[in-house]
């Protein structure tokens, strides 16, 4: 099933909603003015909670979700459309709700994990940047590592999805547990950088999330040991800017030619 305009729409307001949302919710809390202190759950490992009791997991799980929702929402975009795509209308809730059930499953137990860590780090040496300086190092090493690339590929892999009956189900929270599985695997090291810093968390998600989004956008490549950059982020950029340079242009009364030649896109 081929999804029209308006239900691709659709699909992106919802997903892209969800995403500002939990946004909102982050920022508030980092200014004192959400409940349960999302960040003091998710970067203070809730400072108050017993360490490893039933409240703390909670409390970091339910920070953590919706820090997964804030920062990996868009990026699971095309995975949703395929999902939406694949299945009929009848059942289209029902499998994306699966899919996202297990895509966020996924990524519970690395939070905690995370978490967990930030706690030992942060009782151990209060206020320190060596441990996210640290975590910055392996992260720089994993990006230019051809383990990230395959991570990245798989990414981009999405097996069709059975139409009728229980297999329609199960292959759409197989799809969602192995996307998160290969989110996981390609963002682990900076989301670490993030947790593990002892203030500025919420500048440093934005960036984790711009680069991980930047990064999404290009074909899976051969893994190999090299540099990496976002670059349909940067054609897109580039484009912008030539494309702003040329109103400009035109705004002054000035018509170039070949503005396309003279902007070196040509």
Same mark, same amino acid.
């Given at each position: 099933?081929?999804?029209?305009?308006?239900?691709?729409?659709?699909?992106?307001?919802? @997903?892209?909603?969800?995403?500002? !949302?939990?946004?909102? &919710?982050? +920022?508030? =809390?980092? *200014?004192?003015? #959400?409940?349960?202190?999302?960040?003091?759950?998710?970067?203070?490992?809730?400072?108050?909670?017993?360490?490893?009791?039933?409240?703390?997991?909670?409390?970091?799980?339910?920070?953590?979700?919706?820090?997964?929702?804030?920062?990996?929402?868009?990026?699971?975009?095309?995975?949703?459309?395929? @999902?939406?795509?694949?299945?009929? !209308?009848?059942?289209? &809730?029902? +499998?994306? =709700?699966? *899919?996202?059930? #297990?895509?966020?499953?996924?990524?519970?137990?690395?939070?905690?994990?995370?978490?967990?860590?930030?706690?030992?780090?942060?009782?151990?040496?209060?206020?320190?940047?060596?441990?996210?300086?640290?975590?910055?190092?392996?992260?720089?090493?994993?990006?230019?590592?051809?383990?990230?690339?395959?991570?990245?590929?798989?990414?981009? !892999?999405?097996?069709?999805?059975?139409?009728?009956?229980?297999?329609?189900?199960?292959?759409?929270?197989?799809?969602?547990?192995?996307?998160?599985?290969?989110?996981?695997?390609?963002?682990?090291?900076?989301?670490?950088?993030?947790?593990?810093?002892?203030?500025?968390?919420?500048?440093?998600?934005?960036?984790?999330?711009?680069?991980?989004?930047?990064?999404?956008?290009?074909?899976?490549?051969?893994?190999?040991?090299?540099?990496?950059?976002?670059?349909?982020?940067?054609?897109?950029?580039?484009?912008?800017?030539?494309?702003?340079?040329?109103?400009?242009?035109?705004?002054?009364?000035?018509?170039?030619?070949?503005?396309?030649?003279?902007?070196?896109?040509?």
């Amino acid at each position: 099933m081929i999804l029209n305009r308006r239900e691709l729409a659709r699909v992106q307001c919802g @997903v892209l909603g969800a995403s500002a !949302a939990a946004w909102i &919710a982050i +920022a508030a =809390s980092s *200014f004192g003015f #959400g409940q349960g202190g999302l960040l003091d759950a998710l970067c203070s490992s809730t400072q108050q909670a017993t360490w490893l009791t039933a409240g703390w997991v909670l409390s970091a799980s339910r920070g953590w979700l919706l820090m997964i929702v804030a920062m990996m929402g868009p990026m699971t975009l095309p995975a949703i459309v395929h @999902v939406r795509a694949s299945t009929f !209308a009848s059942r289209r &809730a029902r +499998a994306v =709700s699966l *899919f996202l059930l #297990g895509f966020l499953a996924v990524w519970v137990m690395p939070g905690l994990a995370m978490t967990a860590l930030e706690r030992a780090v942060r009782d151990a040496m209060p206020n320190a940047y060596g441990p996210a300086a640290l975590a910055a190092f392996v992260a720089c090493v994993w990006h230019v590592s051809p383990f990230k690339q395959r991570c990245l590929n798989r990414c981009h !892999a999405h097996r069709p999805l059975s139409p009728f009956g229980l297999k329609a189900d199960v292959d759409a929270l197989r799809l969602g547990l192995r996307h998160g599985m290969w989110c996981v695997g390609t963002c682990w090291a900076l989301m670490l950088v993030t947790v593990l810093l002892p203030g500025w968390q919420l500048a440093a998600m934005i960036v984790v999330s711009a680069l991980a989004c930047c990064e999404r956008l290009d074909p899976p490549g051969i893994p190999a040991w090299r540099l990496r950059w976002p670059r349909m982020a940067g054609l897109w950029l580039r484009r912008e800017i030539v494309h702003a340079g040329l109103r400009v242009l035109r705004g002054k009364g000035q018509h170039p030619e070949h503005p396309a030649r003279e902007h070196g896109l040509l």
